[in-house]
């Protein structure tokens, strides 16, 4: 039976990832708040199945002149 529940849990985990990597999308995995030289930005840290990538935005915690909290879901850019 336990081997049977980690199977579809390792399964699920691996179609998941299989999802993330053929797509082009990146989940969110990590944020925080650090201060930068005139205002504080809002770091977002993401991963696409092959990489994680980071992207910054300003912090605003009434979310009016900038972000209070990072997207669930970003595009993946292709390199160029």
Same mark, same amino acid.
């Given at each position: 039976?336990? /081997? &049977?529940?980690? =199977?579809?849990?390792?399964?699920?985990?691996?179609? $998941?990832?299989?999802? *993330?990597?053929?797509? =082009?999308? $990146?989940?969110?995995?990590?944020? !925080?708040? #650090? %201060?930068?030289? /005139?205002?504080?930005? @809002?770091?977002?840290?993401?991963?696409?199945? =092959?990489?994680?990538?980071?992207? &910054?935005?300003?912090?605003?915690? =009434? %979310? !009016? @002149?900038?972000?209070?909290?990072?997207?669930?879901?970003? !595009?993946?850019? *292709?390199? #160029?």
């Amino acid at each position: 039976m336990l /081997l &049977k529940i980690v =199977s579809v849990v390792l399964g699920v985990a691996g179609l $998941a990832w299989l999802a *993330l990597l053929f797509s =082009s999308r $990146a989940i969110l995995v990590g944020e !925080r708040v #650090e %201060d930068a030289t /005139l205002h504080r930005q @809002l770091v977002c840290t993401y991963f696409s199945g =092959s990489r994680t990538m980071v992207k &910054k935005y300003w912090y605003s915690p =009434s %979310d !009016r @002149l900038g972000r209070a909290a990072c997207p669930r879901w970003e !595009r993946v850019r *292709l390199a #160029e």
